[in-house]
C-alpha cells in the first residue's frame, strides 16, 4: 500500500518546518516524516538559540543595521571563501525578509531584557530557545493541516533519473510502508551522530567524540541520495567540533556543556603539555577550534587549568570545576603526572610577561619564551585552589551536503537540476558554508532554502 | 547540601539553567537566577515564589524529561515552594497544617460552619431561626452585630499577624545580602506586576496546562477569582462603614453599593475557582506538584464556598433559608479568615513579597 501527497517533506527540524509551511501556504498536501520520537524532534534545531539575518536598520529586538555587504563578508572570513557567493548572496538578500516571516509562522523573538545593550546587532534570539521555536513551527504547521509523522524513519528512496518517485519506511503508517509524493523536500541534517560514518575520516579516535546534538542525525538520507546521483557538496572529512566538558553525555548535552573559560588559562593533554596558543584571538572567533585540537590530542582528552581568580570572569558551568589546593593535587585527580604539570605551570608563570588584563580586547598580556606561545590575556597561575574542565571533542555539525540551485533544487552528478527533489538546511549547508562558522549561520540557511524548497516544492507539484 | 531534598534538586536544575539561559526572556525567575552563581536556601525559596507555574519553561526545555538531564522546574519549584509555606509558617507549631492542608481546610471549614448552625440554633428560638427576617438589621436578629463585628475581627487580625510573622521571616531569608526594607518603587512595580499576574503569560503567548500547547485559561480564572475576593472583601468594608458612619444596616438595597461589589465578587468568586478547579484536575501531572492535591483544592473550594454561600444569601435573603444560610456563609467566611496563613492563601503573600525583591534586584543592578 502506499498513499501520495503532493510535497513530502523528510526531516523535522527549522528548515524541514519552514519547507512545510511555505509548501501547505502554497496550497500543497504535505506530510512530514521526522525520524525521532516526539520529544526528540527537530535534530539540532532543539539547540540552537538565534538566527542571523541581515536587515538595514535598528527594530526591537536588534540594534542595527547589519547590512548585506557587511554579512557577505563575516561569510566570507569564516568559510575562507569556500562558499558559493551566488547562493550565499541570495540567502543573505532572503534572510532580510526571513526576520518576520518567521515571527507570522508563530516564532517569537526575545524582547530587550535591559534596554538596548542587551541587544544584539547580528544576531535576533528565539524566546524561550530552539525548541521553543521548533513548538511555534509544528503548532502553526499542524493548524495550517501539515500531517506529521514522528519515529518516522525512512530506509530507502526511490529514485528514478533524478526523479523522486516514493520514500519506504521501516515501520509502517497505519499499512502504508511507502510513501509516494510529486516533491521531496530533504531537510533531514548531517551524519554527526553516526560514529561509523565519522570513523571513515576520522579513524578511531571518533570513538571518544561527544555529540552535541540528538543521536537521531545519522545522514541516513544524506548517504541515500548521495549514492542515487545526487551531486556532493563540501568536505566530507570535515565537521564542527568545540571543546565540551568531557564529563557531557554521549548525546544531546547541548550548548551547556560547553566551556569559555580557555581563554582565562592554559589547555593541556593527557602527558601535561600545552599545545596551542589560548590566547590566539577573541573567543567567540576562536571557540570553534577547539574542537578540532583537542581531537588530534592522544585519546583525544584535554584539560583547561585556571586558578580561583578568574573563576567568576565566564559563565557558571554545568559540572563543577575540578580543585586541587596544590598542582599536584589536582594533577592526581586529574590523573596527570603530577611533576609534568607542574612543570608546565611553572614555565608558563615563567614566561608571563606583565601587561594590563582585558578580556575584552586582544590585550597585552602574554608569554615570552616558551612554545607554544600564549600571545594575549596571559597571566600567572599561582593562586589555589586551582582548577581544571576536562574537555573532548564535541560534534555540532557536518558540512558534506547535497549540491542545491538558487531555486534549492537539488543537483545531480551529471550537473543537471532534479525535477522534483530540493534540499534545506544542514544537508545542503556545504553550498553556503564550505568550512567554519559563524553563531546563528545554520539557522538562517535552515529558514530561508527551507521556505524556498516549500515555495519550489508545492509549485512543482501543482503545475 | 540544603535543608531538604527538594532543595537539592532546585539547586541542581538552577545549575542546569544558569550554564543554558535559554527561559531568560520567559520570566522573571530565569534573570533572578542569572544575578546568582551559587544558591542558598532564600535564594531557592526566593526562586520558588517567583515561579507562576505558567509552564513554558518546561515545554521549551531540550534538556524535560525524557531527556537524561530531567530538567522539570515547574514541578521542582512548585513543590519547593508548598515546602516553603511551611517552613515560614508561623507559629511553628502549626506548619504541620500544610502537611495534609485538604484535611485540615475541610475539618476546620466543617467545624467553623457547624458551630455557626448550632450556634444559631441555640441561641435563637427555631421560629427566628427559620422565620423571614426583612429590612434593616434583619441580619442581626440571628446574631447581634456587635458579636459578629467582634468575632470576625479577631479571626481577621490573627490572620494578619499570623501571615506577616511568616512574610517577614521569608523575607529575611531571601533578603540577603542586600537585605533591608522595601522601597516604594519596587513595591509599586510588584503590584503592577502581580495586578495583571504578568508572568502568567507563558512569555508572552499564553501558558500551558495539559498539554504542549498554549491554551491555558488560568489568568483569566485566576482575574475573576482574585477580583472577586476584592470586591467581596470591598462590598464588606464598605458596608462597615456604612453601619458605624451612616448608622444603615445590612441587609442593603440590592442596587446598593455593598450588594453591588458582593454580587459581582461574588460571581467572580464562583466562576473563577471553577475554572481554576477544571484546569488544576487537567494539569498534566508532570508539570504539578502532585502531593499538594488537598492544598489547592482546599483553597479553592474555600473560595467558592464563600462566594457560593454568599450569592445564596443574596437571592433568598427574603426567605425562611436565610437563617440557616447566613450561619453556612459566616462559618465559611470564618474558615476562610483562620486558614489564611495555612493554606494556598499565602501563594498569594509570598509571591508578592518575591516580586518585590525581584523589582528591587532590578532596580540595583540597572
Redesign the interface.
Known sequence: MSSKYDVLVIGGGNAALCAAIAARRGGASVLVLEGAPK?YRGGNT??T?NMRCAHDAATEILTGPYTEEEFWEDLLRVTGGQTDEMLARHMIRESKDILNWIVEQGV?W??S??GTLSLGRTNS????????ML??LY?TAERLGVEVKYDAEVTDLVIEDGMFLAARLKRPIGDETEIRATSLVAAAGGFEANIDWLKQYWGEAADNFLIRGTPYNRGSILKMLLDKGVQEVGDPTQCHAVAIDARA?KF?G???TRHDSVVFGIVVNKHAQRFYDEGEDIWPKRYAIWGRLVAAQPDQIAYIIFDSTVV?SF????FPPIAGQTVAELAGKLELDPAALEKTITEFNAAVLSGTFDHTILDDCRTEGITPQKTHWARKIETPPYLAYPVRPGITFTYLGTRVTKEARMLMADGKPSANMFAAGEIMAGNVLGKGYAAGMGMTIGSVFGRIAGREAARHAKN | MHGTRILDEADRLMTVCNSCRYCEGLCAVFPAMEMRRAFSDGDLNYLANLCHSCGACYVDCQFSPPHEFNVNVPQTLAIARAESYAAYAWPRALSGAFARNGLVISIVAALSMAAFILGFAALNDRSVLFGVHTGPGAFYRLMPHNAMAALFSVAFLYAILALVMSVRAFWRDIGAPVGGRADGGSIIQAIRDAGELRYLHGGGVGCYNEDDKPTDRRKLYHHLTFYGFLLCFAATSVATLYHYLLGREAPYPWWDLPVVLGALGGIGLIIGPVGLFTARMRRDPALLDENRYGMDVGFIAMLFLTGFTGMALLVLRETAAMGPLLALHLGAVFALFVTMPYGKFVHGIYRFAALVRYAQERRTAA
Open positions: 520529544f532543539r539547540h538559540r517569537r526575545q524582547p531584557l535591559g534570539f528565539f524566546l524561550g530557545g530552539g525548541r521553543a513548538n511555534a503548532l553525555p544531546d547541548g550548548i551547556i567568576t559563565m557558571p558551568t554545568l
